[in-house]
């Protein structure tokens, strides 16, 4: 039954995501070497060194625990893990090491614009072996227009406000608020109950400049339209109505919310929530495996993040994360191939993907067993056809941090609102 759930996922994402993509088109004149085929072709006999650099921080244990099997099945292979992310800024830093000289093998790529950008040094992984596996939405993001593949998805994943189903309980919630109106009677609910609702870690500009930013967004009737028509001027931040809902899901958050949520770090937010401290988080599953290191016991499930009262309130962000990628002008190139084939067709990388990080993955040859609490409730919204999309891979470079401190800056009360929709169109002007 969860297999049969898993690939009507799959294909319900993926004719969502074909249905919104981008026509806009980017000449490459890069003339990728890669080679495709086999990755065990030409794997060297010599002990070589893979520089596997990352930014998932929640994995960060468990892959290096995954890698050092790898290196025990391939005697003749060393990976050099490092991981930047959570409050760093892994883009600045990837681009830093390509600045360096010190240009990694592995590392991720979000896609769509950022294939674009980073795609002179990408790896062409059409021919590998693991890509007749490959669920129709991981293709998405790293598939140029020429059909080229140039990445492989690390998982699925989605996000809203999760929450912890006994806390509810105790404050006398019987239904899961879907709108807007309903997720202020659960609030209050909560607080005469003497329970705090929100852990709000707008101390990361991530969560709020990215993951929250992106629900006025993936809102709009055609998501891709409205962000080719900031690109174009026909569309404005200012009037949108969505993004003037936008508004009380921010004062919603702060009003019953932790203390000082400016200062409130990603590991705060996450612990916060965990321990009980909070009924619940803007935040993914990928949070499962450090919720459940605190409190093995945690019943949860996702909420939406409404803007308002509407039938289409009830939906959370579904989609590819992120994708690793190989350095298509690395001397280990066919041994980086070999690492990720091994990752997703080995039953040692499946056992690590499922039950060890606790991914959804894109693959039909890995079962999604061992999900949690989270992973089921993206299953469930997914085949219910209530998700929307990730728009921040189309978002001009480097705009969220700004969109981010316009955020900040609001909840500090040093700008009203319509500043902060001032902001927002300004960043994009000057970065689009």
């Not at 109505?241 to 009380?248: A, I, S």
């Not at 039950?355 to 894109?362: D, G, L, M, S, V």
Request: aromatic residues 10%; negative net charge; charged residues 20%.
């Amino acid at each position: 039954m969860k297999r049969l759930l898993f690939l009507c996922l799959s294909m319900l994402l993926a004719v969502g995501i074909i249905v919104g993509c981008s026509s806009d088109k980017t000449d490459n004149s890069s003339g990728d070497t890669g080679t495709d085929g086999d990755s065990d072709a030409s794997v060297s006999e010599e002990v070589v060194t893979l520089n596997f650099f990352q930014f998932k921080v929640e994995i960060a244990d468990q892959l290096q625990e995954m890698l050092k099997e790898f290196e025990a099945e391939h005697p003749n292979i060393k990976v050099k893990l490092e991981t930047v992310g959570g409050g760093a800024d892994y883009n600045a830093a990837l681009k830093a090491k390509f600045a360096s000289g010190e240009k990694p093998d592995i590392f991720n790529n979000g896609g769509f614009n950022e294939l674009e950008l980073w795609k002179e040094h990408l790896a062409d992984l059409s021919g590998e072996p693991w890509v007749e596996h490959l669920l129709p939405i991981g293709k998405i993001p790293m598939t140029d227009e020429d059909g080229k593949l140039y990445g492989m998805p690390v998982n699925l994943e989605g996000y809203g406000f999760v929450y912890n189903k006994d806390l509810f309980e105790q404050a006398g919630i019987t239904e899961p608020p879907a709108t807007m109106a309903e997720l202020q009677v659960a609030v209050e609910k909560l607080e005469e109950n003497g329970i705090t609702a929100f852990a709000a870690g707008y101390g990361e500009w991530w969560v709020v400049g990215q993951h929250l930013l992106n629900i006025p967004f993936a809102q709009q009737d055609d998501p891709v339209a409205f962000i080719e028509g900031l690109h174009a001027g026909t569309e404005t931040f200012a009037g949108n109505k969505h993004f003037q809902d936008f508004k009380q899901v921010i004062d919603t958050e702060i009003k019953y919310g932790n203390p000082n949520p400016l200062t409130t770090d990603y590991n705060t937010q996450v612990t916060l929530f965990a321990s009980g401290e909070t009924a619940m988080i803007q935040q993914g599953n990928w949070t499962e495996n450090m919720i459940y290191q605190i409190n093995p016991d945690m019943n949860m499930a996702f909420l939406p993040i409404p803007l308002n009262d509407e039938a289409d309130a009830n939906r959370i962000p579904v989609g590819v994360p992120n994708n690793w990628a190989l350095n298509k002008n690395s001397e280990n190139l066919e041994e980086a191939k070999l690492l990720l084939d091994w990752m997703v067709s080995s039953e040692t990388g499946q056992r690590y993907m499922t039950e060890e990080f606790a991914f959804i993955p894109a693959f039909d040859n890995i079962e999604p067993a061992g999900l949690g609490d989270l992973g089921e409730s993206i299953l469930e919204y997914s085949v219910n056809e209530q998700t929307i999309p990730w728009t921040w891979f189309r978002w001009p470079d480097g705009a969220n941090q700004d969109f981010a401190a316009a955020i900040q800056e609001y909840v500090a009360g040093q700008i009203d609102y319509e500043e902060v929709l001032e902001k927002f169109q300004a960043t994009w002007d000057n970065l689009k």
